[in-house]
C-alpha cells in the first residue's frame, strides 16, 4: 500500500511548500481520503483512476477540491464518482455545497455515459469496501460529525484520525489490530493555543503526547497531519521537544510505501 499527502499551498517561487491547507490523501492512485486539493494538486494517473472519494467530514478544507474535480471531469466520466460518507456528511455537502447556489447539484446530473456523482454511505463501525480497500469507520471527537478509518488491503493496515481531539474508541479500535503499518494523526494547533484547540476540537502537541500514551503499538510509525499553515514552524517544534520514539511530521507530496 502507497499513500501521499497531495500539496494544497505555494510557497513564495510558486512551488508546493511543506504548508497543508487541505486534506486529501490518496492511496495506491486510486482511491481519495477527503478532497481538499483533490481537483487542484492531484496528477494526471490519479485523475484517471480516482473514483472513489471517502470523506472524514464535510470541513471545507476536506471537501473543497471535490467539486471542481467531478467538474473538471465531468464529460469524461464513464462512472460516476462515487462519494462515501456518513449520513450526516452526505447530508451536509448536498444542503450547502451540491445545492446549484454553491455548485451544480451533480447527483442530479448525467453526461452522455452515466450519472456523474453517486452518494454511498457507511455507519460508524461498519467495514465497507473501496476498490481493494477495507475501510472500518470509527467516530471521534471533532466539532461536526466526523470519523477516522482503519484502512487495510491484503497486507499492510493503516490507521488515519481526521481532525479530532482526544479519543477513546479509535485507540481501543487501532490497539486491537494486529499490526499497524503507520499512523497518521492530526495535531492542528500550537500548545499556546490550547482554548482555541478545545473549543475546535483539535490536538496540540501536549495533548497528543497523552494521546500516544493509549497507542499500545509502540513500533508503530506515527505521522503528524492537519497542522494549521499559520502554525506549522511552532507545532513542529514542540512536536520535537516531545522526543516520541517513531513520531515524525508527514512531508506533503511524499508518496510514502507501506
Ligand atoms: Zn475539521
Known amino acids: 500500500m502507497k499513500f501521499q499527502l497531495l500539496p494544497s499551498t505555494f510557497d513564495e517561487n510558486g512551488c508546493a511548500s511543506a504548508r497543508q491547507h487541505l486534506s486529501c490523501f490518496v492511496i495506491d492512485d486510486c482511491v ?5 486539493s483533490l481537483a487542484m494538486a492531484s496528477s494526471s494517473t490519479q485523475k484517471k483512476q480516482i473514483r472513489d472519494v471517502v470523506l472524514t467530514h464535510a470541513h471545507l478544507d476536506h471537501v473543497a477540491g471535490l467539486p471542481l474535480f467531478i467538474d ?8 460516476p464518482v462515487r462519494v462515501f460518507g ?17 455548485y451544480p447539484s451533480f447527483s442530479e446530473l448525467r453526461n452522455g455515459n452515466s450519472a456523474v456523482l453517486e452518494y454511498q454511505t457507511f455507519e460508524n463501525g461498519k467495514e465497507f469496501l473501496v476498490k481493494h480497500l477495507r475501510f472500518k469507520p470509527i467516530a471521534v471527537n471533532h466539532k461536526v460529525p466526523t470519523v477516522g478509518f482503519v484502512i487495510s488491503d491484503d497486507n499492510k493496515t493503516l490507521g488515519l484520525s481526521g ?3 482526544e479519543m477513546e474508541e479509535f485507540w481501543e479500535v487501532l490497539n486491537a489490530e494486529k499490526k499497524l503499518s503507520a499512523l497518521l494523526i ?5 500548545d499556546e493555543l490550547e482554548e482555541l484547540a478545545l473549543v475546535s476540537h483539535h490536538l496540540t502537541p501536549q495533548r497528543l503526547k497523552k494521546e500516544l500514551e493509549k497507542f499500545t503499538q509502540k513500533d508503530c510509525p506515527i505521522y503528524v497531519i492537519n497542522i494549521k499553515p499559520m502554525y506549522f514552524d511552532e507545532v513542529v517544534r514542540q512536536v520535537e521537544t516531545l522526543k516520541i520514539k517513531n513520531l515524525e511530521i508527514l512531508k506533503v507530496g511524499r508518496v510514502y510505501n507501506l
Open 186 to 190: 492530526e495535531c492542528a494547533f500550537p
Open 163 to 165: 481532525d479530532t481531539a
Open 86 to 102: 456518513t449520513k450526516e456528511v452526505i447530508e451536509i455537502i448536498e444542503r450547502d455545497i451540491f445545492n446549484w447556489h454553491v
Open 32 to 36: 481519495a481520503i477527503d478532497a481538499g
Open 72 to 79: 473538471d471531469l465531468f464529460a469524461k466520466l464513464k462512472v
